[in-house]
Structures are given as structure tokens and as C-alpha cells.
């Protein structure tokens, strides 16, 4: 089966797939100068698909997932710099939920965004698990509350701040899941050389997406903490074996909206 598939009718030889192929695999076939991937080659596409992408003439198709394939125009999906920039500055966690549920169909819609993420030699490593059920991200709170009675006058770092997350937990005020309705791990491979830099990624591109559908969220960073480190959490969850999972999102529908940006630090920048 070819990598590639070029319709030679379109295909003008301007080698832009040659140069942009982040394997070098594309060379031009030595008579008809149409690009092309040898066969010892093949094995070394990452299908990143920049040689379809990047066609000035859409006269080449990466074979893979064919169904999957989606033209746009240059105009198409362009966000003015000034509205992206404000769209990212008033993104804020949101720690004030509605309890009405996000629908499975629209969670899928936005982790679907989440599948053009980068990441390393497109590996594409994310799975994710959704905790749907709100009853489910109670427990998992309380287990985080369970987790941090543990290290009640421990040295852990966390140790001086627990008493007053489980003091509220104890008096009806979530402050690890905000009593959000959902959330969300984005899990990789747990081998030596990996840490969960791509599951972060898609976590963010699904902060950043989240809010143009209408929905919430507040990484949860107390459960992570728990994650790692008590074994009835992570007995709880039963991520698969061999699989390292980041900092989760909370998510849902916020009770609020924000009516101004907060202020920030000045940007801190060595220029070299
Ligand atoms: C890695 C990480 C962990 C976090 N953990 C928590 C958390 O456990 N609970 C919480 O309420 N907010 C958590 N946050 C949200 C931060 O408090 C929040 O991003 C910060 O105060 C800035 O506010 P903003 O997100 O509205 O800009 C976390 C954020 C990050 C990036």
C-alpha cells in the first residue's frame, strides 16, 4: 500500500512535500519527478500528514484514515490575533459549578479537538478516561481527603495546608472537586524515558477549547497529588497497567461569568 497518493493531474512538482516531510522520506521519482516514498523508506513516516497539509495544489492524499481527510482554506478557522488573545485572557478556572451535566456528545466533540495536539514523532500516545458520573468524582474526593488525612503532621509539603482542605470537607465544602460534575484524566505510557508531557498538552488544548463550547474548567491538582502517591485512589480509578496519567480537569457547566481579566505579572523574558 503507498504512503502517499498523488494525483499527478494536480501535482505541479513544486517539491514543497519534499521540503516540508519532517522524515525526509519524500524524494522525487528519478524519471517522472513526481514525489513519491520508496518502500525501505515507507516504515519511517510518522504521519503527520505536513505533506498533504502543506500541498499548495491538494494533489496529495497521505493513505491513512482517508475518511478522516478535511480541506480547509487559508481564511477558514483564522481567529484575528486580538480576539485569540482575549479569548486566552479570559479563560479562568472555573470552582463554581452548575450541577447540570455536559453530555457525552459534547465532551466527545471537544476531546476530539484535543486529537491535534503535538506530540513527540506523532506518537499520539494520549487515551483519555472521563469520569461521567458525579457521584464518581465525589468518591474520588473523598479519597483525596482520605489521602490527605495521611499526611495530617507528616513532613510532606502539603502537610500544613490539609488541615483546612479537610476541615472544609468535613463541614460540606468540596474544595478539591468543586462538586464539578465531570473529570477528565489524559493518560500515556509510563515507560522511564516518558513523562506525561503529551498528556498535559491535550489537557490544555482541552482547557483552551472547553470554554467556545460553553464549558468549564479547574485543573485538580490535589488529586493528582493523591494519585501518585495512595494506593486506594489509584486502586479507585484502575488506570490501565503501564499507563502514567497527569493532572486531571474538572469540568462543567460554571455558575458565573466573568465580567473582567484579572491582573498578571509582567512577562519575564531573557533575551539572548
Ligand atoms: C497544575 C495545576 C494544578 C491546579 N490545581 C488546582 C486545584 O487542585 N484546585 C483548584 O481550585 N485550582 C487548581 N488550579 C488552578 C489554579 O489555582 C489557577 O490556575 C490559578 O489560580 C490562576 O487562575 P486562573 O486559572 O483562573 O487564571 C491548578 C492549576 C494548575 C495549572
Given at each position: 500500500m503507498p504512503v502517499i497518493i498523488i494525483n499527478e493531474k494536480l501535482c505541479i512538482k513544486c517539491n514543497t512535500c519534499v521540503t516540508v516531510c519532517v522524515t525526509k522520506i519524500i524524494d522525487n521519482h528519478s524519471v517522472s519527478g513526481y514525489p513519491e516514498i520508496s518502500d525501505e523508506k515507507s516504515g519511517f513516516c510518522i504521519k503527520c500528514g505536513h505533506c498533504e497539509s502543506?500541498?499548495?495544489?491538494?494533489?496529495?492524499?497521505?493513505?491513512?484514515?482517508?475518511?478522516?481527510?478535511?480541506?480547509?482554506?487559508?481564511?477558514?478557522?483564522?481567529?484575528?490575533?486580538?480576539n485569540l488573545s482575549l479569548y486566552i485572557k479570559k479563560r479562568r478556572s472555573v470552582r463554581h459549578f452548575s450541577s447540570e451535566t455536559v453530555s457525552k456528545e459534547l465532551i466527545t466533540k471537544v476531546l476530539d479537538v484535543t486529537r491535534y495536539a503535538a506530540s513527540g514523532g506523532n506518537s499520539q500516545p494520549v487515551k483519555w478516561l472521563v469520569i461521567f458520573e458525579p457521584s464518581i468524582v465525589q468518591q474520588v474526593a473523598c479519597l483525596t481527603i482520605d489521602w490527605m488525612r495521611t499526611i495530617l503532621n507528616t513532613s510532606h509539603p502539603l502537610a500544613p495546608y490539609v488541615p483546612v482542605l479537610?476541615?472544609?470537607?468535613?463541614?460540606?465544602?468540596?474544595?478539591?472537586?468543586?462538586?464539578?460534575?465531570?473529570?477528565?484524566?489524559?493518560?500515556?505510557?509510563?515507560?522511564?524515558?516518558?513523562?506525561?508531557?503529551?498528556?498535559?498538552?491535550?489537557?490544555?488544548?482541552?482547557?483552551?477549547?472547553?470554554?467556545?463550547?460553553?464549558?468549564?474548567?479547574?485543573?485538580?491538582?490535589?488529586?493528582?497529588?493523591?494519585?501518585?502517591?495512595?494506593?486506594?485512589?489509584?486502586?479507585?480509578?484502575?488506570?490501565?497497567?503501564?499507563?502514567?496519567?497527569?493532572?486531571?480537569?474538572?469540568?462543567?457547566?460554571?455558575?458565573?461569568?466573568?465580567?473582567?481579566?484579572?491582573?498578571?505579572?509582567?512577562?519575564?523574558?531573557?533575551?539572548?
Open positions: 502543506f500541498c499548495p495544489q491538494k494533489a496529495l492524499t497521505l493513505n491513512f484514515l482517508l475518511d478522516d481527510k478535511m480541506d480547509i482554506t487559508a481564511s477558514e478557522g483564522r481567529i484575528e490575533s486580538q479537610i476541615s472544609a470537607w468535613d463541614n460540606g465544602t468540596d474544595l478539591i472537586s468543586h462538586r464539578a460534575p465531570h473529570l477528565l484524566f489524559a493518560h500515556v505510557p509510563a515507560e522511564p524515558i516518558n513523562d506525561p508531557t503529551e498528556a498535559i498538552i491535550a489537557l490544555t488544548h482541552f482547557d483552551i477549547a472547553a470554554p467556545s463550547f460553553g464549558i468549564g474548567t479547574c485543573w485538580a491538582g490535589f488529586v493528582i497529588m493523591a494519585l501518585e502517591n495512595y494506593k486506594p485512589l489509584q486502586d479507585f480509578l484502575c488506570l490501565p497497567e503501564g499507563r502514567k496519567a497527569a493532572c486531571p480537569m474538572l469540568f462543567g457547566y460554571s455558575k458565573y461569568t466573568i465580567t473582567s481579566v484579572p491582573r498578571r505579572n509582567p512577562v519575564d523574558i531573557t533575551w539572548r
